[in-house]
C-alpha cells in the first residue's frame, strides 16, 4: 500500500497544533468541547473519589489486622544488630587531636545522646531491677500499661559518661569513647538467660597491633539481662537501651584501624554473611596526631 | 486469468482477435501497469531493456543466419569447450532469485527494532552510570553493571525469538522454492546429452517434447505437432501450435519461439537456445516484479503506530520524571536509573515477541484451512480487506468444463454442475435423449486413462480437450461405462475436428444386432450443425425442419450462449442398410457418406462451472462489507454469467447496457447512477485515464473486469488502493505477480500457481479456492480483535509497575518494585496469558462488520490506551500497593513511617534504623523486607493480572455471554501465571540476585478484593457499552 506521506510544512504542523489547542470552528479546546470535558472531568472525578475511597477502605482493613503495640511479624528480626555512637557518615570515628572542630560534632551529639541516661533522670523515671535476670512484664489477660522500665545510670560509664569530663570522652586527647548498643527488638530475650557481653578486636592482625589497649563499661562490656525484654515503643515508654562504651587508650595515631565488636549471648549468631551487622559492627578509627 | 476457448464455439464472437490486438498493441501499453508504479529509478532502465528484447529478430533470421549469429552447428550442436566459455560469460540458465535481505541484516533489524532501541539505551545508560560510579567510589555496587547486561540479555533474548519466528514461518515457503533440477536434452559435439537446464547456453541445440518445460527462449528449428502453454507468460492456458515459420513480426506473437518456463503439451520440438537466465522474457518480467517494493502491511504499521505510543509514554514519563527528581536534589546519576527504571516499567517487552506467537500461531490455523501464509504479518493483512481482486478461472470456478445445460424436445435442462454430477435430475426418459447420450458418448476422442479404477469419475485423468473430456465424465456419470458402449458400438471411421469443418462426425455399428444399419454421430457449431439437418427429433420422433423450430432452436442456442456457456449441437442419421451395407467402406477423403440431411437431436452447453462453495463466500464478503472484483481474461459474456451466478453480480442488480436493453433505450441515454454493476474489458480500461477508473471503481458496487490482460492488473490494483482500500489479490501466472506484489495482500495458487506468482505473493492458497480467502478474512479479522486484548491485557500492568517509581521518587517510600522483577513479569508470568487471548473465539459476527478503516481503526486507539492506563492499570496499581502495604505494616513500617524514609532506608551505614513500634533494623534485614515488598508487589500484580485477563476476553460481551471456560488455553494462562509466580517465590525465593522471598501464603489474597472490582467493573463497562450504543460511555469506553 502506498501511503502518502504528506509532507507538512513547518507553518502546517503549527497550524494543526494550533487548531487542536483550540478550534474556533467547533470551540474544542484540546479535542473537547466543553461539555465534553466538563463531562469527562466529572468522570475522573467520581471514578478517582471512588478508587480513593477503596483503597482507603482496603487499607484501613489491613490496618485492623496490625496491633498499635506489637508487630504482627518479627521474622527478619531474628538477630538484632549492634550499632556505634556517635553515628558518623561512613561509621568512621575520625579524631584530629589539633583540631577541635574534626570532633567537636561527635561530642555535641555524644551529649544529646546520653541527655536521658543521666542519673537524675533515671532515678525519676525508671526502677531499679535486680540484675542477671529478665525483667519480664507479663500482661497476664489485663493490658499492663505502660511498663516500667529499668535504669541504665550515665554513671556506669565511668570513664565514657562524659561527666565533668574535660577530655571530652576523650576526643581531645587522642583517647575516644566509642559506645555500642545492640539494636531493639520487641520481646527478645537476648542472652537466652545467661550473661552476655560485648568484645571489640581488630579486624585484622595489623588492626588488632594498632588498636593498643581499650577499656569497655561497664566492666567486661557486660549487658545486663534485666534490660531485656523490649515491650515497645508504646508500652516500654521510658526503656532505655545498655550501652557498653569502648575506651581506646592508644591506638597508632595516623593509621586507619579497622575495628570490630560483637556480642556474645547465646542466642545471638554473629557470623551471618550477608548480613554484616548481625549481633556484630565494623567501624574505622583513625586518630590524627601532629 | 485463463480462459479456455476452441475456435468453433462462436459464441466467442472476436475473442481471439481482442487478445491479439491487447497483446499487439503498443508494448508500453502492455507493460503500462509497470510504469506507472513509482518505482522511478527502476522504471526507465527496465522499460528500455525490455524494449530492446523485444526487438528481437532471431525469429525473422533463417537457420543459416543463427548459426551464424550464434556460432553454432544445427546438426553437431555447440562444442563443449564452446558452451563451458559461453557459460563462463553469460552466467548459468536459471533466474536470480529474488534478492533477499542478508540473514545477518534481518537478525539485526529485530535486535534494533521495536521498543529494543530503548532497551539499549537504557544498558547503556546503566553501565555508563556504573562507570561514573565507579570512578568516584572503586567499591560501587556492580547492580547497575547486572541491570544493563539483564537488559541487553532480554533485547538479545527478544530479538533472537522473533527472527527464529520469523525464520521458521520463511521455511514453510522455502518447501516452494525447491523445484526440481531442469534437465534439458543437448546435442553437444554431435552427440545427445541430457545436461541440467542451468547449463544450457545460447548456441545450444536443443529437444524437448510434450510434457516438458521449455528449458530457455528457444527458436523453433523443426517441430512436429508442437503445441506450447504459454499460461506463465501470458496468462491464457489455450494450447498455441509451435513450429519453425516466421508468422508475426512482434516475437511474443511468432510461432517460431518458444518461450523459457512455458511448456511443451504435446509434440516434439527442436530448438536452438536464443536467451538464457535472466535475459529471457521470462527472466525480464521477473525482475520487474522483483522492482514493485514489498508495501508495509497494515499490522506492521499498526504495531508501529502502537509502539510509538508507548515508546512516546515511556520516554516523555522518564524525562519529566528525570526533570522532577533532578529538581527534587536527587543526584544526577540516581535520576538516571530512575529514568532506567521508568523505561523498563513502561516497555512491555514481551509484547512483540507475544504478537510474533500470536500471529504465527494464526497463521498455522490458517493453513490448516488452507491459506499458507508467506509473511507472519499477511495473517492481519486479509481481515482489513476491503477488496479482493479475484481470478475466475480456478478461483472462483472448478476450472474444468461441464455440461450445464441441455436443450431436446424444445426444453432446456439443467444439469447438476456441482463438483461430483451426482445429482442430475433431468428428465431422462424421452427416447431423445437415448438418442442424444448416444452421440455424447460415441462421438467423443476422449478416453480416461487407464489404471483408475478406483478413482471417482469427476477426479480421473482423461486424455483429451477439454470439451470432450466434460462431455465423457458427464456421460460415464449418468450411463455408466462409456468405453463398454463405445466397444458395443464399434467405430467404423471418424472424422476428428478441425477448424475448417467445425465439426466431429464419426460412424459406428450399433449395438442392437437386428439392426444392420450404421449410426452417423456428429457433434460441432450448432448453426453449423443445424444447416446440416432437414429435420429435428422431438419426443423420440422426426418431424421435418421448418421455420417455427428453427426459431426456437435460435431461441434456445441464444439463451444458452447469453449464460456465456460453449454450445454444441448434435446430430445423427441412420445410413440406410440397402446403400450402406455392412461391408462398405467408408473413406474420410472422397466423403463417401452424407454429411447433409442429417436429424438435428439436441444442444448442450457446457461451462467452468463456479465452486459450490464461492456463492456463499461471496455473499459472505459483501457482508463483511469487502467488495469483490472479478478481473478476468475470459470474455465478458462467460465473465458476467460466472460473476452472476456467483453472485458478484447479485441477482437484482443491472449494468448499464442491462437497463439499456430493458428500456430499449441506447446506452449512453441510461442513467449511469441506476446501474449497481459494470463490466468493464480490457479495451476499455485501456482507454481510461485513471479518474475514470477511479470513479467506475467508487460508483460501483460491483464490478467485473473482463478480457484484461494480466498488466491491466495492476492498474486495477492501484486504482483500488487510490481508493484507501486494502486490496487482496488473486493470481497465478508469471505476469499476475507485479500486481501481487503491488496488492497489499498477494495470493498466489498453490496448484496452477507458477513459482513467480508464489514467491511474489504473501498468501498462497493451497486449494485454489476462493472459499478459502473468505476463511482467511475471518481469521485476519479474528487476530486484530485478539491482539487488541492482548494489547490491552499487557499494557494494563505497565502502570503498575511504572507508579512504584513515581511514588518512590516522590514520596521516598522504599522501592516497592525491581526492575528485575518487572521484566519477570513482562517476560515470564504474562507471557503465556497474552498468547492465550489469541485462543479466544469472536464475540459476534465479524463477518457482518465492514472492514476496519486503516486510518480510523487503530489497534491501540486512544480508548484502548487511557482505559488500560488510567482506569485498569490504576487499580492494579493501588491493589499492588495494598499488598505491598500490607507486608511493610505487618512487619512493623506502618504506611506513614515509610513516606520520605527512602535516603536513611537506602544508606547502608544506618543499621539501626527504628520502626513504628520501637525496633531497630540493620540495613540488611531493611533490604530483605524491600524484596519481600517486590514480591508482595509481583504477586499484587499478578493475582490482579488475572482478573484483567478475565476480563480481555471481550470488549463487549459479558463474560458470562462468552462463556468463562471456552477457551481453555486461558486457563493454561492463569495456570501458568500462578506456577512461575510459585516457582519464583518459593522456589528461587533463596536467590538473591533475582530479589525474590518466599512470601506468606496469605499475602497472596490480599490484592483478590481489587481484582474483583476489576472484574466488577469492567463488566459494568460493557453492561453501559450494550445498553447504550453510540452514547458518550460508548465512545470513550469501547476500545
Not at chain 1, 193 to 210: I, Y
Not at chain 1, 241 to 265: G, S
Not at chain 2, 56 to 76: P, Q, R, V
Amino acid at each position: 500500500m502506498v501511503i502518502q506521506k504528506e509532507k507538512k510544512s513547518c507553518g502546517q504542523v503549527v497550524e494543526e497544533w494550533k487548531e487542536f489547542v483550540w478550534n474556533p470552528r467547533t470551540h474544542q479546546f484540546m479535542g473537547r468541547t466543553g461539555t465534553s470535558w466538563a463531562f469527562i472531568l466529572l468522570f475522573y472525578l467520581i471514578f478517582y473519589g471512588f478508587l480513593t475511597a477503596m483503597f482507603s477502605l482496603t487499607m484501613w482493613v489491613m490496618l485492623q489486622t496490625v496491633s498499635d503495640h506489637t508487630p504482627k511479624y518479627q521474622d527478619r528480626l531474628a538477630t538484632p544488630g549492634l550499632m556505634i555512637r556517635p553515628k558518623t557518615e561512613n561509621l568512621d570515628v575520625i579524631v584530629n587531636v589539633s583540631d577541635t572542630e574534626s570532633w567537636d560534632q561527635h561530642v555535641q551529639k555524644l551529649n544529646k545522646f546520653l541527655e536521658p541516661y543521666n542519673d537524675s533522670i533515671q532515678a525519676q523515671k525508671n526502677d531499679v531491677c535486680r540484675p542477671g535476670r529478665y525483667y519480664e512484664q507479663p500482661d497476664n489477660g489485663v493490658l499492663n500499661y505502660p511498663k516500667r522500665a529499668c535504669q541504665f545510670n550515665r554513671t556506669q560509664l565511668g570513664d565514657c559518661s562524659g561527666i565533668g569530663d574535660p577530655t571530652h570522652y576523650g576526643y581531645s586527647t587522642g583517647q575516644p569513647c566509642v559506645f555500642i548498643k545492640m539494636n531493639r527488638v520487641i520481646n527478645f530475650y537476648a542472652g537466652a538467660n545467661q550473661s552476655m557481653n560485648v568484645t571489640c578486636a581488630g579486624k585484622r592482625d595489623e588492626d588488632a597491633e594498632n588498636l593498643g589497649h581499650f577499656v569497655m563499661f561497664p566492666a567486661n562490656g557486660n549487658i545486663d539481662l534485666m534490660y531485656f525484654p523490649y515491650y515497645g515503643k508504646k508500652f516500654h515508654v521510658n526503656y532505655t537501651q545498655p550501652l557498653v562504651a569502648v575506651k581506646f587508650l592508644n591506638v597508632t595515631p595516623n593509621v586507619e584501624v579497622n575495628v570490630e565488636c560483637r556480642i556474645n549471648a547465646a542466642n545471638i549468631a554473629t557470623d551471618d554473611e550477608r548480613d554484616k551487622f548481625a549481633g556484630r559492627v565494623a567501624f574505622k578509627l583513625r586518630i590524627n596526631k601532629t | 486469468m485463463r480462459q479456455k476457448r476452441s475456435e468453433i464455439y462462436s459464441v466467442e464472437l472476436s475473442g481471439t482477435e481482442d487478445i491479439v490486438r491487447t497483446d499487439q498493441g503498443d508494448d508500453k501499453e502492455k507493460y503500462r501497469g509497470l510504469k506507472n508504479n513509482c518505482l522511478e529509478r527502476k522504471k526507465k532502465n527496465h522499460e528500455e531493456e525490455f524494449q530492446k528484447e523485444l526487438q528481437l529478430d532471431d525469429h525473422k533470421l533463417s537457420n543459416t543466419e543463427l548459426e551464424k549469429k550464434y556460432g553454432t552447428n544445427i546438426i553437431t550442436g555447440l562444442s563443449s569447450t564452446r558452451a563451458a566459455e559461453l557459460l563462463a560469460r553469460d552466467g548459468p540458465n536459471s533466474l536470480t532469485p529474488p534478492k533477499q535481505t542478508p540473514e545477518i541484516v534481518k537478525f539485526l533489524k529485530q535486535m534494533v527494532g521495536g521498543f529494543s532501541i530503548l532497551l539499549w539505551v537504557g544498558a547503556f545508560l546503566c553501565w555508563i552510570a556504573y562507570g561514573i560510579q565507579y570512578s568516584s567510589d572503586k567499591s560501587a555496587s556492580l547492580n547497575n553493571v547486572y541491570l544493563g547486561s539483564v537488559l541487553v540479555l532480554v533485547v538479545i533474548l527478544t530479538g533472537v525469538f522473533a527472527y527464529y519466528q520469523e525464520a521458521k514461518s520463511t521455511n514453510i515457503m522455502s518447501s516452494f522454492n525447491k523445484m526440481i533440477p531442469q534437465q534439458a536434452l543437448v546435442i553437444r559435439d554431435s552427440e545427445k546429452k541430457t545436461i541440467p537446464a542451468e547449463q544450457l547456453v545460447v548456441g545450444d541445440i536443443v529437444e524437448v517434447k510434450g510434457g516438458d518445460q521449455i528449458p530457455a527462449d528457444i527458436r523453433v528449428l523443426s517441430s512436429q505437432g508442437c503445441r506450447v502453454d504459454n499460461s506463465s507468460l501470458t496468462g491464457e492456458s489455450e494450447p498455441q501450435p509451435r513450429s519453425s515459420e516466421f508468422t508475426h513480426e512482434n516475437p511474443l506473437e511468432t510461432k517460431n519461439i518458444c518461450f523459457y518456463s512455458t511448456t511443451c503439451l504435446e509434440g516434439t520440438v527442436t530448438g536452438m537456445v536464443i536467451n538464457t537466465g535472466d535475459r529471457t522474457i521470462i527472466g525480464h518480467i521477473a525482475s520487474l516484479a522483483s522492482g514493485v517494493g514489498n508495501e508495509k502491511t497494515p499490522i506492521a504499521i499498526e504495531i508501529e503506530h502502537f509502539v510509538h505510543i508507548v515508546a512516546g509514554v515511556a520516554v516523555s514519563i522518564g524525562i519529566l520524571f528525570f526533570i522532577i527528581a533532578v529538581s527534587l536534589k536527587y543526584r544526577v546519576l540516581d535520576s538516571v536509573i530512575f529514568l532506567i527504571g521508568i523505561i523498563v516499567a513502561n516497555v512491555p517487552e514481551g509484547l512483540l515477541g507475544t504478537v510474533t506467537v500470536t500471529l504465527s500461531l494464526t497463521a498455522k490455523r490458517m493453513a490448516k484451512k488452507n491459506c499458507l501464509v508467506k509473511n507472519l504479518e499477511a495473517v492481519e493483512t486479509l481481515g482489513s480487506t476491503s477488496i479482493i481482486c479475484s481470478d475466475k478461472t480456478g478461483t472462483l470456478t472448478q476450472n474444468r468444463m461441464t455440461v450445464a445445460h441441455l436443450w431436446f424436445d424444445n426444453q432446456i435442462f439443467v444439469a447438476d454442475t456441482s463438483e461430483d454430477h451426482s445429482n442430475q435430475v433431468f428428465d431422462q426418459s424421452s427416447s431423445t435423449w437415448a438418442s442424444l447420450s448416444k452421440i455424447i458418448t460415441l462421438c467423443n476422442r476422449a478416453e480416461f486413462k487407464p489404471g483408475q479404477e478406483n478413482v471417482p469419475i469427476m477426479k480421473k485423468a482423461v486424455i483429451g480437450d477439454a470439451s470432450e473430456t466434460a462431455l465423457l465424465k458427464f456421460s460415464e456419470v449418468i450411463l455408466g461405462d462409456v468405453m463398454e458402449i463405445r466397444k458395443r458400438n464399434r467405430k467404423v471411421v471418424e472424422i476428428p475436428f478441425n477448424s475448417t469443418n467445425k465439426f466431429q462426425l464419426s460412424i459406428h455399428e450399433t449395438d442392437d444386432p437386428h439392426d444392420k444399419r450404421f449410426l452417423l454421430v456428429m457433434k460441432g457449431a450448432p448453426e453449423r450443425i443445424l444447416q446440416k439437418c432437414s429435420t429435428i427429433m422431438i419426443n423420440g420422433e422426426e418431424h421435418p425442419l421448418d421455420k417455427s423450430t428453427a426459431k426456437t432452436f435460435h431461441t434456445a442456442y441464444m439463451e444458452l450462449g447469453g449464460l456465456g456457456e460453449r454450445v454444441l449441437g448434435f446430430c445423427h442419421l441412420y445410413l440406410p442398410a440397402d446403400e450402406f451395407p455392412e461391408t462398405y467402406s467408408f473413406d474420410i477423403d472422397t466423403m463417401n457418406f452424407p454429411t447433409s440431411n442429417l436429424c438435428f437431436v439436441g444442444l448442450l452447453s457446457m461451462i467452468d462451472p463456479p465452486r459450490s462453495t464461492v456463492p456463499d463466500a461471496v455473499t459472505k464478503c459483501r457482508s463483511a462489507g469487502i467488495k469483490v472484483i472479478m478481473v478476468t481474461g475470459d470474455h465478458p459474456i462467460t465473465a458476467k454469467a460466472i460473476a452472476k451466478s456467483v453472485g458478484i453480480i447479485s441477482a437484482n442488480s443491472e449494468t448499464v447496457e442491462d437497463i439499456a436493453h430493458r428500456l430499449n433505450i441506447p446506452v449512453e441515454q441510461v442513467n449511469q447512477r441506476d446501474a449497481k454493476a459494470a463490466v468493464v474489458t480490457g479495451m476499455e480500461l485501456k482507454d481510461m485515464s485513471s479518474e475514470q477508473l477511479d470513479e467506475i471503481l467508487a460508483n460501483y458496487q460491483e464490478i467485473v473486469f473482463a478480457r484484461t490482460s494480466p498488466q491491466q492488473k495492476l492498474i486495477i490494483v492501484e486504482g483500488c488502493q487510490r481508493q484507501d482500500a486494502v486490496v487482496a489479490v488473486t493470481g497465478d501466472g508469471v505476469n499476475d505477480s507485479p500486481a501481487l506484489k503491488k496488492a497489499d495482500i498477494g495470493i498466489a495458487m498453490g496448484i496452477a500457481g507458477s513459482d513467480a506468482a508464489k514467491n511474489a505473493a504473501d498468501m498462497v492458497l493451497l486449494d485454489d479456492n476462493f472459499a478459502s480467502i473468505v476463511t482467511g478474512v475471518e481469521e485476519g479479522r479474528l487476530i486484530f480483535d485478539n491482539l487488541k486484548k492482548t494489547i490491552a491485557y499487557t499494557l494494563t500492568k505497565n502502570i503498575a509497575e511504572l507508579c512504584p517509581f513515581l511514588i518512590y521518587i516522590i514520596a521516598g517510600l522504599p522501592l516497592p518494585i525491581g526492575t528485575i522483577t518487572i521484566l519477570f513479569i513482562d517476560l515470564g508470568t504474562d507471557i503465556i496469558p497474552s498468547i492465550a487471548l489469541a485462543y479466544e473465539k469472536a464475540e459476534s459476527d465479524i463477518m457482518n462488520r465492514k472492514p476496519r478503516h486503516k486510518k480510523k481503526d487503530r489497534l491501540v486507539n486512544k480508548q484502548l490506551a487511557v482505559y488500560s492506563y488510567l482506569h485498569i492499570g490504576l487499580m492494579q496499581a493501588l491493589g499492588a500497593f495494598l499488598v505491598y502495604f500490607t507486608v511493610y505494616a505487618q512487619e512493623g513500617f506502618l504506611p506513614h513511617t515509610l513516606i520520605n524514609l527512602r535516603v536513611e532506608w537506602e544508606n547502608d551505614n544506618v543499621n539501626d534504623l527504628e520502626d513504628h513500634y520501637g525496633q531497630e533494623w540493620t540495613r540488611y534485614q531493611r533490604e530483605y523486607l524491600e524484596w519481600t515488598g517486590y514480591t508482595a508487589f509481583f504477586v499484587g500484580i499478578l493475582v490482579q493480572q488475572i482478573a484483567d485477563l478475565i476480563i480481555r476476553k471481550t470488549r463487549r460481551n459479558s463474560i458470562f455471554q462468552q462463556g468463562l471456560f471456552r477457551n481453555k488455553v486461558i486457563w493454561v494462562g492463569i495456570a501458568s501465571q500462578i506456577i512461575i509466580g510459585l516457582i519464583l517465590s518459593y522456589g528461587l525465593g533463596s536467590v538473591t540476585a533475582l530479589s525474590f522471598t518466599m512470601l506468606r501464603a496469605q499475602y497472596w489474597f490480599v490484592a483478590v478484593p481489587h481484582a474483583i472490582l476489576i472484574w466488577v467493573y469492567d463488566e459494568v463497562r460493557k453492561l453501559f457499552i450494550r445498553l447504550y450504543p453510540g452514547s458518550w460511555w460508548d465512545k470513550n469506553m469501547y476500545y
